[in-house]
C-alpha cells in the first residue's frame, strides 16, 4: 500500500515538472492555430481555431512571409555546413588523437583558448573580410561563417577517438596501411556515434542562429532569408500584432524535422559524451 | 531660428531652381506627365547630342534657356541596365511594389533591375550605419535617425529637385525635419511620426480630454487606464518640454544641452510622480498598448497613426482622437508638448546610380504618391496638395496630429538622449522606489543626456 | 567558433580525461615553449651557417636548394609561391601597410553634378579595410617568414642527406610522405585556414582596434579613425559622472559572474537530480518522461526564448492568469511587487528579471544536463553502491558520497566550461530582454548598460546600437582574459596527470 502511494506521489511530481516544461511548448502549437493574429493575453487556448498561419506560411508568400524560400535556404545551408564541418572536425579530431607530431599539445592547449573569444565581438570583423571576397548577402558565404571554424570544435570527437583502441592501427600498420588508410578504413568507421553526432549537431546550428544571419543577409529581400531570420523579424515592433500566430507556426514547423533529428541523435549523444569516460 | 533655417532652405530651393531651370516647369507638371517629355530624347538614345538639347525645348521653355535638361541627359547617359535597391517598411510592400512599376512604365526606354527589400524605418539606422556601402541605394527612414545618418554619410543632399518642388509642396515641418545645417538631404514621405491623445469617446467626453488629471480621474472612475511610454524618451519629453524645459542639439550634431535639471524641472519631475501614483495613467510600451486596448483595458493612450486601426477597431464608433491634454505642475498647467514625426525617403550616396536613385525618391515621395499611401494606408500626407484633401481632413487621428503640431517640435536630439531619458522614465513610473532626491535624479539624468559623445 | 556557442551552449561538453592530457601544467608548458622557439633558431641559424651554396642561395631564391639536389617540381613549387607572395607584397601589402600608421589620411567627399544627375568619388581612405587589409598583410608576411625558415632547414636537411650520402625522396615520395609520417599536416591545413579566416584574424583586427577611436564619430566610409594608444583601457577603468563604463563594468561584471555560477549549478545539479528520478527503477516508463523533457529542448532555442518572453510580458498571459488567481495581489501585500503596477514585473524589474533569467535558464539547461547525467549515471559502478547498501547507508548518503563524486569526476572540466559558456551567454539574455528591459540605474544607463546585461550582452549593444567598437573591443578583451585565465587556472588545479595513453 505504502509502495503504491510512493509510487503514485513519484509520478505525479514528475508529471507535474513534464507540464512545466511543456506548458510553453504547448503554447507555442496551440497559439498556432489560432484565429487571432497578435498575442492573446487572456485567453491560453485560442477562441478560433484555423489552419490559416499555415496557409499563410506555406501558400501566401509575400515580401514579408517566404517560408518556402526560407526553408529551402535555410536546408541548403544546413546541409553544406554539416558536411564541411564534420569533415574539418573530423580531420583535427583525428590528428589530434592518433598522430604524434612536436606542438601537438601546444596547438590543442592554444585552440581552446582561442574559442574562448566572445564571438559576438568578432561578427564585425568576419563581416568586412567575407565582403572583401563579395561574399555577404549570399548563402555560400553563411555556409563558410558557419563550417569554417569548426575545426575548433574537436574536443568532443577527439574525446571520443582516444577511446579507440591503438592495437587496431598497429595491426594495419604492420601491414603497411598508410595513416591516410588507416583513418579512412578503421578510424572513421569506428566513430559512427560521434560522426552522428556531428553531424547533427552542425546541421542545427543554421536553424537556430540569427544574429549572424542578421548581419550577413543584410539585403532586406526576404527571399534571401533564413528561417531564423525570417522568424525573428515577425516578432519586430511593427510586425507582433499581426504576426505572432505566423511565427509560432513556423515555430511548430521547424521544430518537427529538428526535433525527430534530435531525438535519433539523443542516443548517439549520451553514447559519444559519455562513451570513452565511462570505460575509465 | 527657426524662421532662420527656413529662409536658407527657401533661398537653396530657389538657387537650385534657377540652377537646373526645371524645378519650376517640372513642378507644374504632374510625374505622370513628365516621362512624356523625356520621351523624344529617349529615342535617339546617345548617338547624338542635339537630341538631349532638343527635346526639352518642346517641352519645357525654361530649361532651354540653360540649354539643357538634366533628366534628357541622364537617360541619355544610361546605358545598360540601371540596377536599385530599395527598402521600404515591412507594411509599405505592396504599395511600394506598385509604385515601382509605375516608375518603370514613366522611363520606358531605361531598363530598370529594382529589387525591393523590407526594412522598418525605425530601425533603418541601425542596418545603413553597419555597412553604408551595402546599404539601400533609396531607403525609408524616420526623421529622428536624420542627424546620425548625415554624420555617417549616409544621405545624398538634396541640391536639385527634377519633377517636382520638394521644399514648397511639402509642409514646412516636414522639411525642416528633412534638413540638417539647412541643407535638405531627404524627401518627405509621410507627416504622421509624432504622437497624441486616443481615447474612447464613451469614457471622456471632448472637455475631460483637455487635462491629463481630468483624464485620470474620469478614467479612474471608469475602472480603466490611460496608457503611455513614460519609460520612453520620445514621450516623457512631452512633459519637459511642455514646462518650458529645453532639451537641443549642440552645433557638433551629437551632443545635447538639456534643462530638465533647472527650476521647475522637480515640479515635472513631481507630477509624473503624482500622475502614475494613482496606477490610472500607467507605462506601457507600445506592443503591450496594442493589446490593452484590444481587450478594453486602456481607454485612452498617447500614441500616434501606426495604431489607429487597433484603436478604431476596439472602440468602433466612439473611436476619437486629439490632441495632448495639459498637465499641472507646481500649481501651473502646462500644454504637453511632442515630438513631430516625418518618415523620409533618402539616397544613399554611395549609389551607383544616384542620378536614378534621386528621381525614383522623387517619385516616391510625389503628391500621386503620397495620395495613394494615405488611402491605402491611412498615413498622414506631407505633401501639402495631398494633405489637404477631404478625406485626409476628416481622419481623425490626423487632424488631431494636426492639433498638436502647434506643441510639437522637430526631433533634434544626440544619440545620449535616449538612455538616461529613458531611465527616468522608468524611475518616475515605478513610484522612485529608492526615494532619490528629485532634483539629484534630474541632475544625473541631465549629465548622462549632455555627456560627451564617448 | 562563434555559432556554436550562440547556438547551444551547452553543446561542448568535455570530459576529464579530454582535458587530462592537455596538461596546462604552465610552467612545464611555458619552458618547453621557449626551448622549442630556442631550438628553432639555433636550427635555423645552423642551417644558414653551415649550408652550401645552395643552400645560401635559397635564402634569396627559395626553389635554388631543391634544383641543386634535382627535385625540380619542389624547387618550381617554392619558386611559385615566393613569386605570389612578392606579387602580395607588392600589390597588396606595401599599399595597406603604407598607410597603416596614420590609418588613412583622405576623408570620402562626393560632388553630384545636379546637370547631369551624376556624383563623382574621390580616391578615399577606409580606415578600416586599411587595419583589416594591413593585419591581413603582417600576418601573411609572418606565415611566409615562418615557412621561408622552414624552408631554409628543409633544404639544409636536403645537403645533410646527400653529403651522407642517403636516398633523398623523389617528388612522389614527398606527396606519398604527406598521407604517412606528415599526415598530420595535410589534415590540419584545411581546418587551419578555416579558423585562421573566422578566429584569427577578426581578434587579430579586434584587438588592434581596442587602441584606436573607432566609434560612431569616426565611422568609414566617411570619417576616419585612428590610433590612441591606451586611452580606451583607460575609460573602462575610470569612474566619473560623465564617463560611467568604470562603474558599469565592476556592476556587469559583478551580475556576469553572478550569472555563470547561478546558472552552471542550477542546471548541473538539477539534471542529476533529474536523471536520477528518471532512471530509478521504481519510475515507469523511463524513457516516455526523457522524451518529454527533450521536446522542450528540441524547439530551437530563439523560438522558445522569444516566445517565453510574451509569455512573461507586462501585460502577458502568465500575467492575466496571476491577476486572476490573486496573485498580483498577494506579492503586492507582501511588498514583492511594487504597489503602483498592476502586474508582476517578470522580466522588467532588475530583481525580478535576474531570477526570471535564473529560472527560465534552468528550464532551457536542466534537459541537457539531465541528458549527459543519464549517460554517465548508467555506468556508475553498481558494486560500490551496492557494497554501501549493506553497509546500511541511506540513499542520500549514496547520492552525496558515491554518486556525486563520480559525477564530478566525470563531468567536472564540462562543469568549467560550461561556466564559461554561460560567461558568454548571449542568447538567453538577449531574447528575453532586448526591447523589454529598462534599466533603473541612471549610471548604468550613461554608458548604455543594464543590470541584466552580462559583459557580452553589453558589448553587443555597444557595437550594435552605439558603434561604439572601440569599447567593445575592450571589453571583449577583457572577458576573453577572464575566462582564458579561469580555464587556465582552474584546469591547472584540477587536473593532473597524463592519461590519455591509458586507453591506446
Known amino acids: ?280 | 531660428m527657426k524662421k532662420k533655417v527656413l529662409a536658407t532652405l527657401l533661398a537653396t530651393a530657389m538657387t537650385v531652381g534657377c540652377l537646373t531651370g526645371c524645378g519650376g516647369g517640372a513642378a507644374e507638371a504632374p510625374a505622370a506627365e513628365a516621362p512624356a517629355a523625356e520621351a523624344p530624347a529617349a529615342e535617339e538614345p546617345a548617338a547624338d547630342a542635339p537630341a538631349a538639347e532638343e527635346a526639352p525645348a518642346v517641352e519645357a521653355p525654361a530649361a532651354a534657356a540653360e540649354g539643357t535638361d538634366p533628366i534628357a541627359n541622364l537617360i541619355a547617359a544610361t546605358t545598360g541596365t540601371v540596377t536599385l535597391k530599395v527598402w521600404a517598411s515591412e507594411e509599405d510592400q505592396d504599395l511600394t511594389t506598385k509604385l515601382l512599376d509605375e516608375f518603370k512604365a514613366a522611363y520606358p526606354d531605361v531598363t530598370f533591375d529594382i529589387t525591393l527589400g523590407a526594412e522598418s524605418e525605425s530601425t533603418a539606422k541601425d542596418t545603413v550605419l553597419t555597412d553604408v556601402e551595402a546599404a539601400a541605394d533609396v531607403y525609408a527612414f524616420a526623421d529622428d535617425q536624420i542627424n546620425e545618418l548625415v554624420k555617417a554619410g549616409a544621405l545624398q543632399e538634396v541640391v536639385a529637385n527634377y519633377t517636382f518642388d520638394v521644399v514648397n509642396e511639402n509642409v514646412t515641418g516636414a522639411v525642416e525635419a528633412a534638413a540638417v545645417d539647412g541643407k535638405v538631404y531627404a524627401y518627405p514621405m509621410t507627416a504622421d511620426n509624432g504622437y497624441f491623445m486616443f481615447y474612447d469617446s464613451s469614457v471622456f467626453s471632448e472637455s475631460d480630454v483637455q487635462s491629463l488629471e481630468k483624464m485620470v480621474e474620469v478614467a479612474g472612475a471608469a475602472g480603466k487606464k490611460i496608457a503611455m511610454d513614460i519609460s520612453n524618451g520620445w514621450y516623457i519629453y512631452a512633459f519637459f518640454q511642455g514646462a518650458g524645459l529645453e532639451l537641443t542639439l549642440n552645433d557638433d550634431g551629437l551632443t545635447n544641452t538639456c534643462a530638465w535639471n533647472s527650476p521647475g524641472g522637480t515640479d515635472v519631475a513631481q507630477a509624473i510622480l503624482d500622475l502614475t501614483a494613482s496606477n490610472v495613467l500607467v507605462d506601457m510600451n507600445d506592443e503591450d498598448m496594442a493589446v490593452q486596448i484590444a481587450e478594453g483595458n486602456v481607454a485612452a493612450c498617447v500614441n500616434g497613426t501606426w495604431r489607429a486601426e487597433t484603436a478604431a477597431e476596439a472602440w468602433g464608433e466612439n473611436y476619437a482622437a486629439t490632441k495632448l491634454p495639459t498637465f499641472n505642475a507646481g500649481g501651473k498647467d502646462y500644454q504637453m508638448s511632442s515630438y513631430s514625426g516625418y518618415k523620409m525617403i533618402g539616397v544613399n550616396p554611395h549609389s551607383a546610380n544616384v542620378g536614378w536613385a534621386m528621381l525614383l525618391a522623387e517619385f516616391l515621395t510625389n503628391e500621386a504618391a503620397q495620395t495613394a499611401r494615405f488611402e491605402a494606408r491611412g498615413l498622414g500626407p506631407a505633401n501639402l496638395a495631398a494633405a489637404s484633401s477631404d478625406a485626409v481632413q476628416a481622419n481623425p487621428a490626423i487632424s488631431a496630429l494636426a492639433a498638436q503640431a502647434a506643441y510639437a517640435t522637430p526631433q533634434r536630439v544626440g544619440g545620449n538622449f535616449w538612455s538616461p531619458a529613458e531611465t527616468l522614465g522608468q524611475i518616475l513610473a515605478s513610484g522612485n522606489p529608492d526615494g532619490t532626491d528629485l532634483q539629484e535624479l534630474l541632475d544625473t539624468t541631465v549629465e548622462g543626456i549632455t555627456a560627451p559623445v564617448e | 567558433m562563434f555559432t556554436r556557442p550562440l547556438f547551444e551552449g551547452r553543446w561542448f561538453v568535455f570530459r576529464r580525461d579530454l582535458f587530462a592530457e592537455n596538461d596546462f601544467g604552465m610552467e612545464v608548458h611555458m619552458k618547453k615553449a621557449l626551448n622549442a622557439i630556442g631550438d628553432y633558431f639555433k636550427n635555423f641559424g645552423i642551417a644558414f651557417v653551415k649550408g652550401d651554396v645552395w643552400v645560401k642561395l635559397t635564402a634569396v631564391v627559395m626553389g635554388a636548394g631543391y634544383f641543386g639536389r634535382k627535385q625540380v617540381v619542389n624547387g618550381l613549387i617554392m619558386l611559385l609561391v615566393e613569386a605570389l607572395f612578392a606579387v602580395l607584397c607588392v600589390g597588396f601589402a606595401a599599399p595597406n601597410l603604407a598607410k597603416f600608421g596614420t590609418l588613412g589620411t583622405v576623408q570620402f567627399e562626393q560632388v553630384f553634378d545636379p546637370l547631369t544627375m551624376t556624383s563623382t568619388v574621390n580616391d578615399y581612405d577606409n580606415s578600416f579595410l586599411i587595419l583589416l587589409n594591413s593585419i591581413i598583410a603582417l600576418f601573411i608576411i609572418f606565415v611566409f617568414v615562418l615557412f621561408w625558415i622552414a624552408n631554409m632547414k628543409a633544404v639544409y636537411r636536403l645537403q645533410i642527406q646527400k653529403e651522407n650520402g642517403e636516398h633523398i625522396n623523389t617528388f612522389k615520395e614527398d606527396v606519398q610522405a604527406l598521407f604517412n609520417e606528415k599526415f598530420h599536416i595535410t589534415l590540419l591545413t584545411l581546418p587551419a585556414i578555416g579558423i585562421v579566416i573566422m578566429n584569427i584574424l577578426p581578434i587579430l583586427v579586434l584587438v588592434a582596434v581596442a587602441f584606436t577611436n573607432y566609434d560612431q564619430q569616426h565611422m568609414p566610409p566617411s570619417a576616419l579613425f585612428t590610433w590612441v594608444g591606451w586611452s580606451n583601457f583607460k575609460s573602462l577603468f575610470t569612474d566619473s559622472v560623465t564617463v560611467t563604463f568604470g562603474y558599469s563594468f565592476k556592476k556587469v561584471l559583478t551580475w556576469t559572474l553572478e550569472w555563470a555560477v547561478l546558472a552552471t549549478f542550477t542546471t548541473y545539479i538539477g539534471g542529476i537530480l533529474l536523471a536520477k528520478f528518471i532512471n530509478n527503477k521504481k519510475t515507469k516508463l523511463p524513457k516516455m518522461w526523457r522524451t518529454l523533457f527533450i521536446i522542450a529542448i528540441a524547439v530551437p532555442q530563439f523560438v522558445t526564448l522569444l516566445l517565453v518572453r510574451n509569455f512573461f510580458a507586462d501585460s502577458g498571459i502568465v500575467n492575466t492568469f496571476c491577476a486572476n488567481i490573486g496573485l498580483t495581489d498577494f506579492l503586492k501585500n507582501v511588498g514583492l511587487v511594487s504597489a503602483n503596477l498592476s502586474y508582476i514585473p517578470f522580466l522588467t524589474n532588475p530583481g525580478w528579471a535576474k531570477v526570471m533569467i535564473v529560472i527560465i535558464n534552468i528550464w532551457v539547461g536542466i534537459p541537457y544536463q539531465m541528458l549527459i547525467a543519464t549517460g554517465v549515471l548508467m555506468n556508475i559502478p553498481e558494486d560500490q553502491i551496492e557494497s554501501a547498501r549493506i553497509d546500511g547507508a541511506n540513499p542520500l548518503q549514496i547520492f552525496v558520497k558515491i554518486t556525486m563524486p563520480y559525477m564530478l569526476f566525470i563531468t567536472g572540466p564540462s562543469l568549467i566550461t560550461d561556466f564559461v559558456k554561460n560567461i558568454n551567454n548571449f542568447n538567453v539574455i538577449y531574447l528575453l530582454t532586448q526591447d523589454v528591459y529598462v534599466t533603473s540605474d541612471q549610471l548604468l544607463a550613461n554608458s548604455n548598460a543594464k543590470e541584466i546585461d552580462l559583459l557580452v550582452t553589453w558589448l553587443f549593444r555597444l557595437t550594435n546600437e552605439y558603434y561604439n567598437y572601440k569599447m567593445a573591443s575592450v571589453i571583449g578583451i577583457v572577458v576573453f582574459i577572464i575566462c582564458a585565465a579561469f580555464t587556465l587556472i582552474t584546469f591547472t588545479r584540477t587536473i593532473k596527470g597524463d592519461k590519455e595513453e591509458e586507453y591506446q
Open chain 1, 1 to 280: 500500500m505504502k509502495k503504491t502511494i510512493h509510487s503514485i506521489l513519484r509520478h505525479a511530481v514528475l508529471l507535474l515538472l513534464a507540464v512545466v516544461w511543456l506548458i510553453p511548448i504547448l503554447w507555442l502549437f496551440v497559439t498556432s492555430f489560432s484565429g487571432y493574429k497578435g498575442i492573446n493575453t487572456s485567453h491560453f487556448f485560442p477562441e478560433t481555431w484555423t489552419l490559416d498561419n499555415y496557409a499563410q506560411l506555406f501558400l501566401r508568400s509575400d515580401s514579408i512571409v517566404q517560408y518556402n524560400k526560407w526553408f529551402l535556404n535555410t536546408l541548403v545551408i544546413a546541409i553544406f555546413t554539416c558536411v564541411i564541418s564534420t569533415i574539418l572536425v573530423l580531420m583535427v579530431s583525428y590528428t589530434m588523437s592518433k598522430l604524434r607530431f612536436p606542438g601537438r599539445k601546444t596547438l590543442m592547449s592554444f585552440s581552446i583558448i582561442l574559442n574562448m573569444f566572445p564571438g559576438v565581438l568578432s561578427m564585425i570583423a568576419i563581416y568586412f573580410i567575407l565582403k572583401t571576397f563579395n561574399l555577404t548577402n549570399s548563402h555560400i558565404g553563411m555556409i563558410i561563417v558557419y563550417s569554417a571554424g569548426a575545426g575548433l570544435g574537436f574536443l568532443i570527437c577527439k574525446g571520443f577517438m582516444d577511446t579507440i583502441s591503438v592495437s587496431l592501427s598497429e595491426a594495419a600498420r604492420l601491414e603497411g596501411a598508410s595513416e591516410a588508410k588507416i583513418f579512412w578504413k578503421i578510424i572513421i568507421p569506428l566513430s559512427k556515434p560521434i560522426i552522428v553526432y556531428t553531424v547533427i549537431s552542425s546541421f542545427l546550428i543554421p536553424w537556430g542562429d540569427f544574429v549572424f544571419a542578421k548581419l550577413m543577409l543584410n539585403s532586406g529581400i526576404a527571399t534571401d532569408w533564413t528561417v531564423a531570420i525570417g522568424l525573428f523579424n515577425m516578432l519586430g515592433k511593427s510586425m507582433i500584432a499581426k504576426y505572432f500566430s505566423v511565427f509560432c507556426a513556423g515555430g511548430v514547423v521547424i521544430s518537427v524535422p529538428i526535433s525527430i533529428l534530435f531525438l535519433i541523435m539523443q542516443k548517439f549523444y549520451v553514447e559519444g559524451i559519455t562513451g570513452g569516460s565511462v570505460k575509465g
